[in-house]
């Protein structure tokens, strides 16, 4: 048997496999270097952008929980002039594909950094950030309301023509209605999902564990939570969906695309363990060379 062809297409966007690395979990590509080839993987997200640089939430910002951790980094980053600057000549330079996940607050402001973003090569796709459950504005707002949610995509879409992928929250009351408003808005393809709000107490102290108090769980704890969500949004669109949540092996990848996902993204498990997206890439090639089939014969079939 020959090699087997890991390539997905999603919409416009052909990767050369389908395991990223999801937002906010490997830095901006670069600083986890010596440990894991992000060129070798179907592409990097970037922590999320924002028009100027973040200073986030005060400390402590994340703890671990069974299955899984809370965060609520509140978007720290480095704005995105400096990691156009800095950051994305050096990802280009290596080959990385690149999403560029983006947050703002307004409308107007996520169009224009789409618009900044798409005068730069070596940006292959943007990814709106309209779930964080961890900021006061501009977060949750947008994606659990289909006419907000319609809205931006409908801006970034008007300003870029960069592929488009709208990442999608556990809490929108009706997501089947969001996603589809992001589809006839201009989505190219949907990432799900992004974190679920949850909250830790210390015992001993009677004290949040987060500064924030409240922070998004993520790991192998909402792993059932994503199957469902990109199982259930299968049916309500037609774009490519991108499935996240608690994927730590290759087996956990075949479950996400057996329920519809063309990809998927690695993230709480390179917390855990830095090299865990290659080895997830790997298993899931053995997996398919197993079967004798390619990852995109995965998608959608589950029975
Ligand atoms: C520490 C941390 C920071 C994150 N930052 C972002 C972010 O900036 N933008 C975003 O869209 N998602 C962010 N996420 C959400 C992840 O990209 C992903 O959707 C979520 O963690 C579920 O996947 P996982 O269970 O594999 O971690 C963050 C998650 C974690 C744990």
Known sequence: MGPIDMSVQLGPLRLK????????TFGYGLEHDDLCDAAALGGVCT?????????????????????????????????????????????????????ANVFATS??????????????????????NISCPNVAHGGLEFGRDPAAAARVTAAVRAATRLPL????SPEAGDLG???????????????????IRGMAIDVDSWRPMLANRTGGLSGPAIRPLAVRIVWELGRA??????????VASG?????????????VQVGTAS??????????????GAYCHKGGLAPRELVGKVR
């Open 47 to 99: 922590k999320g952008l924002s028009l100027e640089p973040r200073e986030g939430n005060p400390p402590p910002r994340i703890c671990e929980t069974p299955a899984g951790m809370l965060n609520a980094i509140g978007l720290a980053n480095v704005g995105v002039e400096a990691f156009c600057r800095d950051k994305l000549p050096v990802l280009r330079a290596r080959g990385v594909t690149v999403v």
């Open 177 to 195: 209605a969001v996603a589809r408003a992001c589809e006839q808005a201009g989505a190219d393809a949907l990432s799900a999902i992004n974190t």
């Open 237 to 246: 669109v037609r774009i490519p969906i991108v499935g996240i949540g608690g």
């Open 17 to 24: 496999n389908p395991v990223l690395v999801a937002s906010g």
């Open 271 to 284: 917390f855990v363990e830095p090299t865990a997206p290659a080895r997830v890439l790997a298993e899931l």
């Open 251 to 263: 087996r956990d990848a075949v479950e996400l695309m057996l329920a519809g996902a063309s990809a």
């Open 107 to 128: 409308v107007d402001d996520f169009a224009r950094l789409a618009a900044r973003l798409d005068r730069e090569p070596g940006v292959a796709a943007l990814e709106l």
């Open 165 to 168: 992928w709208v990442k999608m």
